[in-house]
């Protein structure tokens, strides 16, 4: 599967983006998707995933709270509405795929860059 990230840009604290990870091929609904982020001169760090069938989220503690993941399988589309955005969630975005609930990330979407100024 290709992963296409989009949706980052330039916005105040206190403001909202939504993040949306398209993705190619008709099997986008056998793949449990996660957001990640990485942040100038820190390592990638895990945001938020979403099983395969949308029931089941988990969140980085940093944005629970804030942050909402969803997927919509028809349109073969993960999304993350990012809400009371701070300078702190500065980064680089990536989504990423995988069939395995226990395995690791198999495919990454090209990143798209938020930045939440003060």
């Known amino acids: 599967v290709q992963l296409q990230a989009s949706g980052g840009g330039l916005v105040q604290a206190g403001g909202s983006l939504r993040l949306s990870c398209a993705a190619s091929g008709r099997t986008f609904n056998f793949y449990h998707m996660g957001w990640f982020r990485q942040a100038p001169g820190k390592e990638r760090e895990f945001v938020a995933a979403?099983?395969?069938?949308?029931?089941?989220?988990l969140y980085a503690d940093s944005v629970k709270g804030r942050f909402s993941i969803s997927r919509d399988n028809a349109k073969t589309t993960a999304y993350m509405q990012m809400n009371r955005l701070e300078p702190e969630d500065t980064a680089v975005y990536y989504c990423?795929?995988?069939?395995?609930?226990?395995?690791?990330?198999?495919?990454w979407g090209q990143g798209t860059l938020v930045t939440v100024s003060s």
């Open positions: 979403i099983n395969w069938s949308g029931d089941t989220t």
């Open positions: 990423a795929a995988k069939r395995a609930l226990r395995s690791d990330y198999e495919y």
